[in-house]
């Protein structure tokens, strides 16, 4: 056997991922350049003078929490500086995530299908299917690179800003790509791989933050310190772009060695057994629902609970903002001091808020997963009615919701308290979340309408998920027109605790989910099983 | 008593496509009847139909003397049934699978499961991802199996077995006609149908083309004959008989049931020195009943009503 033979077929099966990816690549390109470029581009408008932009500057770098989730930035008294510090985290986040699913899609899930198999029977070798799917993944975050280099210049940042920039960005998808890839020989299942390919992600970013406070050479061992050590926009190096290269030539190496020592479709770890009799709880379409939901459940709330413990501490860093700006302390003063600190944490409240909607659509959306697998067919062949079967899944995943809502709530309200030692204001930032959960019922109930009556456009859910987002995270950076937000839900609850509870908005959402949803499980009643 | 299912004239589509065309079936209470048809013919939207999981366009369903459609939660107390695609939660085990489809039900017979999972030699504590399809398909068996009810809907619930399986399959299956239930087979082992069922019902493109007693349908075709005659001469324009091939002087040729008679006299006659006699094969009747793309020419004609 030559050693080239493991590769036969390689360009056969890189046209085949990207025949698959025909809509995803082009989406997932567009949508990170595209909301990178309005975001950057928005800045000069927000930070017009030089004190702004240094008091901007002041503020980021005060306090040690936002170090911690952003990273220093160097050139912050500069426009460029400001670009990179606000699209950072959202471009590393992006491509990271990008790179591990794509290769978990592409490596693990395909083994783990029988479609490989498939493949592998004809003339194709043993490496070419990793091969392939790490060509069409590099190849992405490679189009990602080049997308920004091509459109940042047109923002404050510079034809060599965004070239090293996007170098960078490449870089670390292809070294997330390659970890993935190693992670894929490892595990037997791709919810595995993509799982573990997303913790590291994680990782890497608590080891930056924890290198970045201390301030030492900590950053060194994370792939998203090497990215930062470009220096965008002040040194604009390139070298620092070799080491993810490097690593990956490094998990390459790994991993043709683990794929060499491991029988097709196993891992080098092996699947667990388990119980061989159902638990208690396990004895309806609610307890099935439960066990299908509580795993992300769990880990959506330490994510969250995490999340909310940053911004609840963030707090500090507000009141030391304020005592230690005289300038800031009058300002507040002038328009009554409480209402910046309760806009802050009305907006963090509503950006958790927005990512719960996003559980909220996923674990309702299993319903149609289900169906379109043959698995409601079991169940409801059994005396368990249509609407019961449903019914269960959204109890099940609209409890998650309320559970996350709480968690998110307690995590930044209780670690506001502790930090500033305000228990009120703790008390009102717990509850900000909550009044959230009318606004994604109707989400829901979106989702639920279109799965009753036409289950082919349950994405619309997504859609208006995508919308809120938009609205809520970026309206006012993009400077969108008010007539939009009229069709924005969460935007007409009210954004406690910086403006005033009102009833009657909640409940007039509550009764439009009740409607939604109740039309939605009359159509789904009525329609035929997929 | 009532038919167990009785079905006329059902009618499906999908879209501009007819899946069902004026379809009929009637499974009598107590009786496996085999169901029989090529692929993609509509038997397993029939068995989704009877289940409620797809509305009828037109014709009258009954399933134990209920709407499917209308009355599907309380039908399906009564009824237990085996998807021919097994997909299950790939992150519970077969054991759970199999308890929480029970409990849904009402609740699990201990020694029925036990039994089941022994003889299927079904290992319960693997995760649902880990099993091959034939085991895939033997929890979603003992889960039916196990259940208390009256009538079984299996689509090909042994595509994915092995043969010594197969058999425990059939073993099982005639304990549960014995116990007085029925059960609804669908199935390409024609030989496990033989064995099994003692009506079937063979539909193509959505429509019942025969239906029947195994017996009555095999006395309306040809019955086999291999024969060896010391002379040979003058066989060739017999009514009833028709001559495939002559081999080595050994005639392979089929013969009309009601002519069977006359033409063993003919034999005879002629001085048999070896005679082999089969009656059709189910094969023989699927394939005569598939072969031709006109639909039903040269084999059973569709006789819903046989006596049963």
Not at chain 2, 25 to 40: A, C, D, S
């Amino acid at each position: 056997m030559r050693k080239t033979d493991g590769f036969t077929g390689t360009g056969a099966l890189v046209r085949l991922a990207l025949r698959r990816d025909r809509i995803r690549i082009p989406v997932w390109v567009v949508s990170v350049v595209g909301l990178l470029y309005f975001s950057a581009a928005s800045q000069p408008g927000l930070y017009q003078t030089q004190e702004q932009i240094d008091a901007y500057g002041r503020m980021v770098t005060q306090s040690s929490a936002t170090v911690a989730i952003a990273g220093p930035v160097t050139g912050l008294d500069s426009l460029r500086g400001i670009v990179m510090y606000e699209t950072y985290l959202t471009v590393i986040s992006a491509v990271s995530i990008l790179a591990v699913l794509m290769m978990s899609r592409h490596t693990r899930a395909e083994e783990e299908s029988g479609r490989t198999e498939l493949l592998r029977a004809t003339e194709v070798g043993r490496h070419a299917g990793a091969a392939a799917a790490l060509i069409a993944t590099s190849g992405t975050c490679l189009l990602i690179g080049a997308g920004m280099a091509l459109v940042l210049p047109a923002t404050p940042l510079t034809l060599a800003d965004s070239l090293v920039y996007g170098a960078a960005m490449s870089a670390l998808g292809i070294f997330m790509a390659a970890l993935t890839l190693c992670f894929a020989q490892v595990f037997v299942h791709s919810r595995s791989v993509s799982g573990a390919g997303l913790a590291a992600f994680l990782v890497f970013y608590l080891v930056r933050a924890i290198g970045d406070v201390r301030d030492d050479a900590t950053v060194w061992f994370t792939p998203i310190g090497w990215a930062q050590a470009t220096r965008v926009p002040t040194e604009d190096r390139l070298w620092p772009v070799l080491l993810p290269l490097l690593g990956s030539v490094l998990l390459l190496a790994v991993a043709v060695r683990l794929a060499e020592r491991r029988d097709f479709g196993a891992g080098l770890l092996p699947s667990r057994s388990g119980p061989a009799r159902a638990s208690r709880l396990l004895s309806g379409p609610v307890g099935l629902a439960w066990r299908q939901q509580r795993g992300a459940l769990l880990a959506w709330s330490v994510a969250l609970g995490l999340c909310g413990a940053l911004i609840g501490t963030l707090g500090t860093s507000m009141q030391d903002m304020v005592r230690d700006n005289p300038a800031l302390a009058d300002y507040l003063a002038s328009t009554q001091a409480g209402s910046v600190i309760d806009a802050y944490q009305a907006t963090f409240a509503l950006i958790m808020t927005l990512a719960i909607a996003g559980y909220a659509i996923w674990a309702a959306g299993r319903v149609l997963t289900e169906e379109g697998e043959g698995r409601t067919e079991l169940v409801i062949a059994g005396p368990v009615g249509r609407v019961r079967s449903v019914v269960s899944d959204l109890v099940v995943a609209g409890g998650g919701v309320l559970v996350l809502l709480v968690v998110a709530g307690f995590s930044s309200g209780a670690s506001y308290a502790a930090v500033v030692g305000d228990r009120a204001q703790g008390l009102r930032i717990l509850v900000a979340p909550l009044i959230y959960f009318p606004a994604i019922a109707v989400l829901l109930g979106v989702l639920l309408l279109a799965y009753g009556w036409a289950p082919h456009w349950t994405w619309v859910g997504w859609l208006v998920l995508a919308f809120e987002v938009v609205i809520g995270w970026l309206g006012g950076v993009l400077g969108l027109p008010d007539w939009i937000y009229q069709f924005s839900v969460f935007d007409r609850a009210p954004r406690y605790p910086a403006e005033d509870l009102s009833a009657a908005p909640l409940l007039a959402m509550g009764a439009g989910a009740a409607l939604l949803l109740s039309v939605g499980l009359v159509g789904f009643r009525r329609r035929d099983l997929r | 008593m009532d038919a167990a299912i009785s079905v006329s004239g059902l009618v499906k589509r999908f879209g501009r496509f007819t899946a069902l065309d004026r379809l009929d079936l009637k499974v009598e209470v107590g009786e496996v009847h085999g169901f029989l048809g090529p692929n993609g013919s509509g038997k397993s939207t029939t068995i989704r139909v009877l289940l409620g999981l797809l509305r009828a366009d037109a014709g009258q369903v009954r399933v134990l003397g209920r709407d499917p459609w209308r009355d599907a939660v309380r039908l399906h107390r009564h009824l237990a049934y085996v998807p021919g695609e097994v997909s299950l939660w790939p992150n519970l085990t077969g054991g759970e699978v199999i308890d929480l489809l029970a409990r849904m039900r009402g609740g699990v017979d201990e020694g029925r499961r036990a039994d089941l999972l022994e003889r299927f030699e079904l290992d319960p504590t693997k995760q649902c991802r880990s099993y091959s399809k034939g085991n895939r398909q033997k929890v979603a068996l003992v889960a039916a199996l196990s259940a208390d009810v009256e009538l079984l809907l299996l689509d090909e619930p042994t595509a994915g077995l092995d043969p010594i399986m197969e058999a425990e399959f059939q073993e099982v299956a005639r304990e549960e006609v014995a116990r007085g239930r029925t059960i609804l087979l669908s199935s390409h082992i024609l030989a496990e149908v033989e064995s099994l069922c003692g009506r079937v019902s063979i539909i193509r493109d959505g429509r019942t083309v025969s239906a029947g007693r195994l017996r009555d349908l095999r006395g309306l075709s040809r019955t086999s004959v291999t024969v060896r005659l010391q002379r040979q001469d003058e066989l060739g324009d017999v009514p009833g008989l028709r001559v495939l091939d002559v081999v080595d002087g050994e005639i392979r040729a089929e013969v009309d049931s009601d002519r069977i008679g006359a033409v063993m006299a003919l034999f005879a006659e002629r001085g048999i020195e070896s005679l082999v006699v089969h009656p059709a094969t189910l094969e023989e009747l699927f394939l005569r009943n598939y072969d031709d793309p006109g639909g039903v020419k040269h084999g059973v004609p569709t006789r819903p009503g046989l006596p049963a």
